[in-house]
């Protein structure tokens, strides 16, 4: 659990790219980011993108993105919090149990995101009591048996944290990997209430296979106050993946990228420095890689491009991250 504030924004594709629009300011202003996630939109929706900052950055943040995004909207949300899960083993029965929780209780999600090694759900701070309290009920934690005892859990000073925030640099960021993974769909639909992102939770946990995996999960605000989805799965499964979206959500429209490839960086300090997701949305904008999806939590960048573009993205983020050997 993970406190500060949530900001949103949405523009049309080609107005505003995400590098200098959005990650690009707050970066030379120093600003971390406590998670990103991103769904690049099409001729009939907008690109949305939504981030965490601590409480103390969201104003200037806010500042920032008004003046960048002037065609767009940018809407904050003060009182936030990152609630994260893991290890979910990139499972998506993992996944639909956690959005079911969440959604069974009437938490609004603000955004949610995705790493190799947890979802993340973005939520009202007021609601976090209520959004424990469901988890408890779908999952077992060994190491806390009751919410009352995950809450008694001591935290890290906030001082602490921004004193390493403040004392760690580096000129070529270190990176534990960059790995990859094709022969992926990606999919992408819009739901307008609570109901039907709980369907959408059934139909992940319907999806749930041995050997089977979802490697990204991302969710935005949408138009019309409809929540977009995105999700990458194997090609392979193309049409079983179909017939369970449909059977679950009849009346919603589905749409399916196909192929597309995931790229994982993972790195020490990727959740305590600023200027990393700008230093990879800008090393793949410049080399004219179509981001189709982005999610930045806990440790690490997942990045959605075309299948066709993977070879680009493996060469540039190669020459701009060092990886550790």
Not at 238 to 266: C, M, W, Y
């Amino acid at each position: 659990m993970e406190k500060g504030a949530c900001l949103a924004s949405s523009f049309r594709p080609g107005d505003h790219r995400l590098g200098p629009g959005i990650v690009s300011p707050l970066a030379h202003n120093k600003i971390n980011l406590t998670l990103l996630t991103h769904v690049a939109g099409d001729q009939l929706l907008d690109s949305v993108t939504v981030l965490c900052t601590e409480s103390a950055a969201a104003a200037d943040s806010y500042s920032l993105l008004k003046a960048r995004i002037r065609k767009g909207a940018v809407c904050p949300y003060p009182g936030a919090c990152i609630l994260s899960l893991y290890p979910h083993d990139k499972r998506s029965d993992i996944k639909g149990n956690f959005i079911r929780s969440l959604a069974e209780a009437k938490v609004m999600i603000r955004a949610l995101a995705s790493s190799p090694s947890a979802i993340c759900a973005v939520l009202p701070l007021d609601a976090k009591d209520r959004a424990i309290e469901a988890l408890f009920q779908h999952f077992v934690f060994p190491s806390y048996r009751t919410p009352e005892e995950f809450h008694a859990v001591v935290h890290p000073p906030q001082e602490f944290v921004r004193e390493v925030i403040a004392s760690y640099q580096e000129k070529i960021i270190r990176v534990y990997y960059i790995v990859h993974q094709t022969g992926l769909d990606l999919w992408d639909l819009s739901v307008p209430s609570s109901q039907a992102l709980e369907d959408f939770a059934q139909a992940l946990i319907a999806l749930g296979k041995p050997n089977r995996n979802i490697p990204f999960l991302a969710a935005v605000p949408g138009p019309g106050k409809k929540f977009t989805l995105s999700f990458s799965i194997s090609a392979d499964c193309a049409g079983e993946v179909q017939d369970i979206l449909k059977a679950n959500l009849p009346a919603i429209t589905i749409r399916r990228h196909s192929l597309v490839a995931a790229v994982f960086l993972h790195g020490p300090h990727f959740g305590d420095r600023y200027g990393i997701a700008d230093t990879l949305v800008k090393t793949l904008e410049r080399a004219k890689v179509s981001l189709l999806a982005l999610s930045c939590a806990v440790s690490s960048i997942t990045a959605i491009v075309r299948e066709e573009e993977l070879p680009t993205a493996l060469q540039v983020l190669g020459k701009t991250f060092e990886e550790q050997s």
